[in-house]
Each structure stands twice: as structure tokens, then as C-alpha cells.
């Protein structure tokens, strides 16, 4: 069974700073990965989506990787902003999906 | 708009009185799902549905129940609710998820309070 993992679970930084958060999966063989962001008393909010065949995808100022040999997925937020306090999720799919328990970000102006 | 719909966003109920949290989606979504989450143990997979009346057990079916008799309805049905039931359930639907993959779409979450 796929187990999803992230770490850290929680994390604090000054406005302004990069930060990379990080999420491992156990079984390579996935059709992509998912990157979400919940706010509180929300949904998730789809960020980036990585196909098996790709290496990394853009959005603005938040880049996503995907290393499926080493089982690895890093989401790089630049410039981070207090708006980008939330908790951010990572999801894997092979046969269903699977989500990591997430980290919560605070970004302190 | 593109919208996931869930309804009721809150309930309290007892144990063992039958309820159905509905969820409709207006995207024309194949894959449909749902999903609880419980601290420490992140969001878990009830049930999916590839298709209309296709459906299939995810992570943690047991107790549930759900049907999918329209593209855009994919209710769960908790026949006997328990207390362990308590959680927040969240439904999802995106195109199908294999080969080129797209992004899901998370209803706002439905709280469920079995006492």
C-alpha cells in the first residue's frame, strides 16, 4: 500500500523568504502527483499537477518537482507572502489516491 | 462556475440513524470520490467512481456506502452511522485521473457529528 509522507509537518518563516516543502511516497509506480492547498473550514485547492513522465511543473511563484526513482516531490514557494499561510497537501496516484497529512505553513509578515 | 457541491455542510445525528451526504459536480467529470479526514491521519479514500455505475472501495470503505446512477450525483450513505464516523468528508471529481491526469475539484467539506 502506497504511504505518503510529509515533512515538516508544521513550519514558520519570515515574509519574503523561499521555502521548500517536501513529500515522499513509497511506491514509484504513480500516474502523477498533486499539490493542494487547504485553507481552514475549506477544500483543497489543486496547485500543480506532475505527470509520471515530467520532472517539474511552474506556476507563478511555485515550482513542483518529481523525482519517482527516488520517491520524492519537493513544491518551492518563492517570495513567501502571509497570504500563502495555509496547510499544503500532497496527493499520489496509482490505482487510487493517496495524501500526505500535510504541513502547515505560517508566513509572518 | 465550476462547482463541487456538498450538502449538508454540517450535521449532527445519533448513532444508527441513516444519513446520505449528497454531492454534485457541474463539469461533466467522469472520476468522482470521496474522501474523510481525521487529524493525524490525513485525508483517507472512502469510495470512487471511474463512471456512472461504476464504482469502486478506496482505503476505508467499511460502514459506507455510495451510488452513482448520474454523471453528476455521487451521494454517501451511511446506514448505521458509529461515532468512529465522525470526521470531515470532503467529495472530489476531476476527468479521469490515469494517463494525461487532471487536477481534482474539492467540494467546501461536509462535518459529520455522530453522538
Known amino acids: 500500500k502506497q504511504e505518503v509522507t510529509q515533512i515538516p509537518a508544521a513550519l514558520s518563516v519570515p515574509e519574503g523568504e523561499n521555502l521548500v516543502l517536501n513529500c515522499s511516497f513509497t511506491d514509484s509506480a504513480i500516474y502523477n502527483l498533486q499539490w493542494f492547498r487547504q485553507d481552514p473550514g475549506k477544500g483543497l485547492t489543486s496547485l500543480l499537477l506532475i505527470q509520471s513522465s515530467q520532472r517539474e511543473q511552474t506556476s507563478g511563484r511555485l515550482n513542483a518537482s518529481l523525482d519517482k526513482s527516488s520517491g520524492r516531490s519537493t513544491l518551492y514557494i518563492a517570495a513567501s507572502q502571509p497570504g500563502d499561510s495555509a496547510t499544503y497537501l500532497c496527493?499520489?496516484?496509482?490505482?487510487?489516491?493517496?495524501f500526505g497529512t500535510g504541513t502547515s505553513l505560517t508566513v509572518i509578515p | 462556475e465550476a462547482q463541487v457541491t456538498q450538502n449538508p455542510r454540517y450535521l449532527i445525528t445519533v448513532t444508527g440513524k441513516k444519513l446520505t451526504v449528497t454531492c454534485s459536480q457541474n463539469?461533466?467529470?467522469?472520476?468522482m470520490s470521496w474522501y474523510r479526514q481525521d487529524p493525524g491521519l490525513g485525508l483517507r479514500q472512502i469510495y470512487y467512481s471511474m463512471n456512472v455505475e461504476v464504482t469502486d472501495k478506496g482505503d476505508v470503505p467499511e460502514g459506507y456506502k455510495v451510488s452513482r446512477k448520474e454523471k453528476r450525483n455521487f451521494p454517501l450513505i451511511l446506514e448505521s452511522p458509529s461515532p468512529n464516523q465522525t470526521s470531515l468528508y470532503f467529495c472530489?471529481?476531476?476527468?479521469?485521473?490515469?494517463?494525461?491526469?487532471?487536477?481534482?475539484?474539492f467540494g467546501d467539506g461536509t462535518r459529520l457529528s455522530i453522538l
Open positions: 472530489a471529481s476531476s476527468a479521469l485521473p490515469g494517463g494525461e491526469g487532471q487536477p481534482q475539484h
Open positions: 496527493a499520489a496516484f496509482g490505482n487510487q489516491f493517496y
Open positions: 463539469m461533466n467529470h467522469e472520476y
